[in-house]
């Protein structure tokens, strides 16, 4: 099958509760968002032509948090200060898949599991095509490959931890399933369960709260567009073993 297992790791991280962030003050969420995982997958590797989707997350280390003072930037001019409150030295294991993006039928010759599967193994074992963030840009984290379920946890003797409702993440225009979603931009949430330190995710459209944001297009590609190549590089890549970076992309 094609699914991936990584690790995820930082100092610090901040997945933001999107009730806090209105008043300036940013707060993060005690667990990472399917969203922000997803971003970090992507980060690693992505292409128009997959959809991954985020199986579960296992918690490695204690759930503790620290609060920092921030200076955002003020537009009106002067200086501000605000208090953003942070996850301290955070470790996740993280398994995922990929499945064909049938949104985007214009992208149908590049659907190569073994060759993809093949290119997000090796991303993953060298940290990742782009930099990778735990939720915010200025929390920088680190991948690298693992066996999930290995190891031990701080939570493996936990039997269920239960958490309130969060956000789970946006389905785009491009990556919608549902009919009802299909030309929206929609946000999703859920209440997620910790099962000794891990956390299984629903499926996107398995999301029963949720809300359309605006009405969303559908961005095509194509090699006569002259805004994916991607075909041609990642066989290059595939078939040298080489890095996409090192070989022009």
């Given at each position: 099958m094609n699914t991936v297992n990584f690790s995820l790791s930082g100092p610090f991280a901040l997945f933001s509760d999107v009730l806090t962030r209105a008043g300036g003050e940013k707060c993060t969420y005690m667990i990472p968002t399917y969203e922000a995982l997803k971003g970090a997958l992507h980060s690693i590797y992505s292409?128009?032509?997959?959809?991954?989707?985020?199986?579960?997350?296992?918690?490695?280390?204690?759930?503790?948090?620290?609060?920092?003072?921030?200076?955002?930037?003020?537009?009106?001019?002067g200086n501000d200060l605000a208090y953003y409150t942070y996850l301290?030295?955070?470790?996740?294991?993280?398994?995922?898949?990929?499945?064909?993006?049938?949104?985007?039928p214009e992208l149908e010759q590049d659907r190569n599991e073994k060759k993809h599967l093949a290119i997000?193994?090796?991303?993953?074992?060298?940290?990742?095509?782009?930099?990778?963030?735990?939720?915010t840009r200025e929390c920088q984290?680190?991948?690298?490959?693992?066996?999930?379920?290995?190891?031990?946890?701080?939570?493996?003797?936990?039997?269920?931890?239960?958490?309130s409702l969060m956000y789970h993440g946006i389905t785009y225009a491009d990556e919608a399933v549902l009919e009802d979603d299909k030309g929206?931009?929609?946000?999703?949430?859920?209440?997620p369960v910790m099962k000794k330190g891990v956390i299984e995710f629903p499926?996107?459209?398995?999301?029963?709260?949720?809300?359309?944001?605006?009405?969303?297009?559908?961005?095509?590609?194509?090699?006569?567009?002259?805004?994916?190549s991607g075909t041609e590089e990642d066989e290059l890549v595939h078939l040298t073993g080489g890095d996409a970076d090192e070989l022009g992309e």
């Open positions: 292409k128009p032509t997959l959809i991954w989707y985020i199986d579960k997350v296992r918690i490695m280390n204690q759930i503790q948090t620290v609060r920092k003072g921030m200076r955002p930037i003020k537009y009106s001019g301290e030295d955070v470790c996740y294991q993280v398994q995922a898949h990929f499945e064909w993006n049938m949104n985007r997000a193994k090796r991303m993953i074992e060298r940290g990742g095509r782009r930099d990778v963030f735990l939720g984290g680190y991948a690298e490959p693992c066996v999930f379920g290995e190891g031990e946890g701080y939570y493996d003797n936990v039997e269920e931890m239960p958490f929206f931009m929609t946000v999703r949430f859920f209440q499926r996107p459209e398995e999301c029963t709260i949720k809300r359309h944001i605006h009405k969303m297009g559908i961005k095509p590609f194509g090699k006569e567009l002259s805004n994916f």
